[in-house]
């Protein structure tokens, strides 16, 4: 489904660009709740030598901490990428209520591609999933970032 731009998604957008500007793959997120950006992350896996610093991940830890609670029901998550199966499963245990991507993956996503995780009966939680939302300009800071590195 395609949605007008949102200040949220051109947050994510920026952070993603930050992102790149770091030597990290471009992807940036933000969790809203009630309408405020509560917590915000990009990509950290290279400067950290984590590979599961998927600014999903990063946002969630940092959204929980920030109300001080393990579960993020009534947030929502804007990111500029399809999230990949781990970040997927992060979702649903974080039982966020809703999720907004930009990019789809289909090397790499797990919600419209792949294990399609939040369709699976072994998921506990399916968050509401909006997907296209600047679709295009986060798919080009994406392809510009590893044309960049070939």
Not at 22 to 43: F, H, L, T, Y
Not at 66 to 82: F, I, K, N, S, Y
Request: charged letters at 20%; glycine letters at 6%; proline letters at 7%.
């Amino acid at each position: 489904m395609s949605l007008p731009p949102s200040p949220h998604m051109a947050r994510a957008l920026a952070l993603a660009q930050a992102a790149a500007s770091r030597g990290e793959v471009p992807v940036g997120a933000v969790i809203v709740k009630d309408g405020a950006i509560i917590a915000e992350a990009s990509n950290t896996m290279r400067a950290a030598r984590n590979p599961t610093l998927h600014a999903e991940m990063v946002v969630i830890q940092a959204a929980c901490a920030a109300l001080d609670q393990e579960r993020l029901e009534g947030c929502d998550l804007w990111v500029t990428l399809e999230p990949c199966a781990m970040c997927a499963g992060a979702i649903a245990h974080a039982r966020l209520s809703r999720l907004y991507y930009a990019a789809s993956d289909p090397k790499g996503g797990a919600v419209e591609h792949g294990p399609r995780l939040f369709g699976q009966p072994t998921c506990h939680h399916r968050p509401e999933v909006y997907a296209g939302l600047c679709e295009a300009e986060a798919a080009d800071q994406l392809r510009r970032f590893f044309e960049e590195r070939r």
